[in-house]
Structures are given as structure tokens and as C-alpha cells.
């Protein structure tokens, strides 16, 4: 099947080394994440309550996202488009950031976006990155990887992806938000973010992007 299942926590690298993995290998990439915040942007965008899961969960349900590959080198590793707008970069404004993980939480939303996320898997020769790929979204993954980092070192890194767009950061911020997210996304009932038992864990603290790209191929020809 071909199918690599990146896991992780907030800013741990996986979207950077995920993309660049399957560039290597010939695979398609694809970012969960971006389905979770593209549901969060139009739920906002519609001026949904966060709260209301019923009406979040509809969304997850009947607005169709597309994730593409890029389109436009401008750092990004896919095209996401809703409602024929494209939502790249809007969809990572903290305003997204501090809702994403409560809508992630609801189950309408999971059972709709990893249907979706377990159809793309299955057909192979990809790499897919996210929370519950190895774990629940596609379990028979022919190699798991669970890449983690401190969260000082994904709060710098969150905070230098930022300040590159030319965008304000203020990194204390950015850390205690990083803090949040690990918390809702790890104490959840539903897929909560853990490593699958044969996962191989990678700690990236003191390894940089290329190390991490290196040791995900060695471990794939197993
Ligand atoms: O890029 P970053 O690590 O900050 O986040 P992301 O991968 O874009 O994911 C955003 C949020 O979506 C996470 O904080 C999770 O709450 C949720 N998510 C999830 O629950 N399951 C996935 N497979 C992927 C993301």
C-alpha cells in the first residue's frame, strides 16, 4: 500500500518533513490538519457558534474541501479551497488556531473528515500527516512515525514560520497557545493525539529538518 502516517503535536515539523518525504519517494502528501482548519474557517466565516457542534459537524458533512497540490511556490505544501476561495494561508490565522482544536473534539466532524482522509490513504504512495493517522484514521500504515519536539522548540519554530511571512508573533503567546493545543488535543475522548504502539517516535529537538527527512526513508525501506 505504500502509505506513510506522519503523527505529532503542534508545530512539530510534521507538514515541512511530511512534504518533503513524499517529494523523495514520488507520493502524494497530504496535511489532515488543513481539513480540521478548513471546517474551523467556514464555520467562522459563517458566523457558526464554535459551540454548536450540530451545526459544526454539518459543515464537516456538506462542505466539500479540496486540498490540492501547490499551486503557487510560495512556501505553501498544498492548495486548500473552500466555496472557491482559497484558504492557504487565512486558514492558519490564530483566530483558527484557537478554534480548531474544539472542532476537532466533536465526533460528526472526525467521522466525516477521516472517511474522507482514509479514501486517499488506502489508494497508496502517500504521506499523510496528522493527530490519528497511525492510530485510527489508517492503522495498517506500512510505517508510523510519531514526530515530537519541546514545546519551546515548536514555539520557536512556529514563531520563525510567522515572522518569515512578514506577520507580527509574539512568542510567549505563541508557546502558551502551543501548550493549549496539546492539552485539548491530547486529553480528548475521540482519537486523541498519542503514538500508535509500532510507531517509531523521532524527538526532532536536536535534529534538523534534513536529519528527520534521512532517518523517515532509512526507516521506510525496512
Ligand atoms: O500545523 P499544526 O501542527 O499547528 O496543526 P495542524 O496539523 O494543522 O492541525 C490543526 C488541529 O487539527 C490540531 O490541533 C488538531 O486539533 C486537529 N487535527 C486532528 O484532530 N486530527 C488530525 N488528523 C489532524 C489535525
Known sequence: MNTIAIDGPAASGKSTVGSKVANALGYLFF????????VTWTALKHKVNISDEGAVSAIAKDIPIDVQPPSTDDGRSSDVVVEGEDITWACRKPEVDANVSAVASYAGVRAALSEQQRRIGLRGKVVMVGRDIGTVVIPEANLKVYLDASAEERAKRRYDE??????????????????????????????????????????????DINQVIEKILALNTR
Do not use: Q
Request: net charge negative; aromatic share 4%.
Open 162 to 207: 510567522i515572522i518569515a511571512r512578514g506577520e507580527d508573533a509574539d512568542y510567549a503567546e505563541i508557546l502558551t497557545k502551543v501548550k493549549e493545543r496539546d492539552h485539548v488535543d491530547s486529553t480528548r475522548a475521540l482519537s486523541p493525539l498519542r503514538p500508535a504502539d509500532d510507531a517509531v517516535i523521532i524527538d526532532s529537538d536536536n535534529l
Open 31 to 38: 496535511d489532515t490538519g488543513v481539513m480540521y482548519r478548513a
